[in-house]
């Protein structure tokens, strides 16, 4: 696949995955243009995101983004604390992602580098394979335990992490695989 193409999904995705703001909908509708001919279960699970948010105000859509993912739910969108936990591992884990962004340039800005949007806005900028080895060994496994914990759960976010995932697993963000 285009390494452009795979880099641009990674983008979109941590955009998705943000504070919901006004153009939301235009983003997710360009994440399932790239997306619909790479991986149709994805841009499936997307267009049902979006047909949420072409009927919810956006006062709405953020009162539902903050259920998904504040500090005590299911969803936490933070990388270390779904493989870790809250303890001295993920401060490693977090220290070694800003030593890494650095080394690239990249800044996570005041979030803090764990965040799930933070590693995909890296990805988008950057390829390599360490970089693959981050989702294959972090960013799966994490999206894994949040899409478990949702499971009976009614959440529009669901199916942008379980999109997410799925491309993510069948291989989108290689840069390579066709």
């Keep these: 696949m285009n390494e452009t193409i795979s880099k641009s999904l990674c983008g979109y995705f941590a955009q998705l995955l943000e504070y919901p703001v006004p153009s939301l909908e235009e983003l997710t509708k360009k994440c399932i243009f790239l997306l619909d001919p790479l991986h149709k279960e994805a841009a499936d699970l997307l267009k049902g995101f979006n047909f949420f948010l072409e009927q919810t105000p956006l006062a709405r859509r953020e009162a539902i983004y903050t259920d998904a993912f504040e500090f005590h739910s299911p969803s936490f969108p933070y990388v270390g604390y779904h493989l870790f936990g809250e303890n001295d591992r993920r401060a490693l884990f977090m220290t070694g992602?800003?030593?890494?962004?650095?080394?690239?340039?990249?800044?996570?800005?005041?979030?803090?580098?764990?965040?799930?949007?933070?590693?995909?806005?890296?990805l988008a900028s950057e390829r390599d394979a360490e970089q693959m080895e981050i989702i294959d060994w972090r960013v799966v496994p994490a999206l894994e335990k949040m899409v478990a914990e949702l499971n009976g759960k009614s959440n529009p976010y669901k199916g942008v992490l379980q999109a997410l995932l799925l491309a993510l697993k069948d291989g989108w963000s290689d840069g390579g695989k066709e």
């Design 97 to 122: 992602l800003k030593e890494h962004y650095g080394f690239y340039g990249f800044s996570e800005g005041t979030e803090l580098p764990d965040r799930l949007s933070i590693v995909l806005r890296f």
